[in-house]
């Protein structure tokens, strides 16, 4: 049996350092591989240490830590340069 190649992926389901690029857009939040939290990235700091996600009808406004081992991937919009 003839083995296929993987599928590249796409930039916007990649991990992102530069979180002060992701304003606007709806980001995926995980720690350790485990999802934490999908929402729409309401702030970022400029050196992207920090962003917070905005509220919802379910979840209050959140801020999360990037030294504390958490990551962010982009589900759609944000980052213009994908």
Known sequence: M???PA????????????????VGGIVEVRLNGAL???????QATADSAMLWI???AVEQRALFVKASGY???P???GDRRF
């Open 2 to 4: 003839r083995s296929v």
């Open 7 to 22: 599928a590249p992926v796409s930039p916007a389901l990649r991990d992102r350092d530069d979180w002060a690029h992701l």
């Open 36 to 42: 934490v939290r999908v929402g729409r990235v309401g």
């Open 54 to 56: 905005e509220a919802d």
């Open 71 to 73: 990551r962010v991937r």
């Open 75 to 77: 589900v759609y919009g």
